[in-house]
């Protein structure tokens, strides 16, 4: 046999050999695509796509610490100084709909405060589509006129129930006419069995809101009426807001239908000596803004009810840097029925996201 014989023999024999192996070679598996966040900006600053999904998700938050001197809300409260702290999560979503934005908002809180373990409140928890909400949050006698003044205490008169399950229809016309109806649960919130004693253990009925607001220019006004259907009463808002550049007010009126009582919508944030004292026939609040520069801004709000409460507050609401509150408060309460009054202050630091 000659080298060109034996050569080709072995290429041969090469051949059949990796042939025959050829089924057990290891096979690398081709890399899945990289999905890379995108941003959702039809809803919004910081909503981003959900892999996989058109669901539009943003979740942002706070961090919170203040010390708080006395209680502007309770003249018997001698607990001096109180050290408080916060952290929220807020987590919305956003999906497109043939009926507008399917959307959800929730808002986790978790407190804690010297001497005591730290509490978890399920704040908002609530479903919107089509100008439609179902679910929990503060109630539109609140929100529809947009709460009351730019200051910590702003409800040391009573201005409304805050958390409560609901199902609201809200209404903007794109004209500045605006308008809201709601059925609020009449077993939950502040007064939500009753203030006076009524009994509220057959009770089904929910609580009715209603309002009504326009506004034009530098100018709105809003009006709102809520009905307590376990004590049968209610009360009416209206509030006219005006923001000039230089600065903002506001001025709000509140009457309640029986001022002998109280109710869900006419009803009192008091303590110890002044947990009953709500506003009596009417109740009054006013307030200014004045912003002193981009980072500066100084609020006052004064409010008087016919069962003579007077409340004053003022603050100052300083951003060293952008999402950094630093904010020192003095609120000052006199209830002229029971001859006491109290002296308050806070100072907050926040932090959002």
């Known amino acids: 046999m000659n080298i060109k014989s034996l050569l080709l023999g072995s290429a041969a024999a090469l051949a059949a050999v990796s042939g025959a192996h050829a ?13 890379y966040v995108r941003i959702c900006d039809a809803y919004g600053a910081g909503y981003f796509f959900i892999p996989g999904t058109e ?24 607990r001096g100084t109180l050290w408080h702290t916060r952290a929220e999560l807020n987590i919305n979503t956003a999906t497109d709909t043939e009926y507008g934005p399917l959307k959800t908002n929730t808002i986790l809180r978790w407190d804690w405060q010297e001497g005591g373990s730290t509490s978890t409140n399920l704040l908002w928890a609530y479903i919107s589509l089509g100008g439609f909400t179902v679910g929990k949050t503060d109630s539109w006698f609140n929100q529809f006129t947009g709460y009351a003044g730019d200051v910590i205490n702003d409800d040391v008169v009573y201005d ?33 069995h009753g203030s006076n004693g009524e009994d509220s253990s ?20 809003k009006v709102v009426g809520g009905y307590d259907s376990i004590v049968e009463e209610g009360a009416i808002k209206a509030r006219v807001d005006a923001d000039f550049g230089v600065f903002s007010a506001f001025l709000m009126g ?3 239908t029986d001022g002998d009582k109280l109710n869900k919508y006419a009803g009192s944030n008091g303590g110890g000596d002044a947990a009953d004292i709500g506003w009596g026939d009417w109740a009054v609040w006013g307030g200014v803004g004045v912003p002193i520069n981009d980072k500066l801004k100084w609020n006052l709000q004064l409010a008087y009810t ?25 609120s000052y309460t006199n209830w002229d029925s029971i001859n006491e009054d109290q002296w308050a202050g806070i100072l907050r630091f926040e932090r959002t996201f």
């Open 23 to 35: 089924a057990d070679a290891v096979v690398a598996a081709e890399p899945e695509p990289l999905e």
């Open 55 to 78: 669901t539009c998700l943003k979740i942002g938050g706070k961090v919170r610490t203040e010390g708080e001197w006395y209680d502007a809300y309770n003249p018997n409260n001698v």
């Open 160 to 192: 409304g129930p805050y958390e409560l399950n609901q199902i609201t229809y809200n209404y903007d016309a794109g004209n500045g006419f605006t308008a809201v109806i709601s059925l609020e649960d009449s077993n939950s919130g502040v007064g939500a």
């Open 202 to 221: 057959d009770h089904y009925a929910p609580d009715v809101v209603a309002g009504a607001g326009y506004k034009a220019g530098a100018w709105s006004f």
């Open 254 to 256: 509140g009457w309640n």
């Open 306 to 330: 016919d069962s003579k409460i007077f409340a004053a507050t003022t603050n100052i609401k300083w951003n060293p840097v952008k999402n950094l509150l630093i904010e020192p408060e003095v």
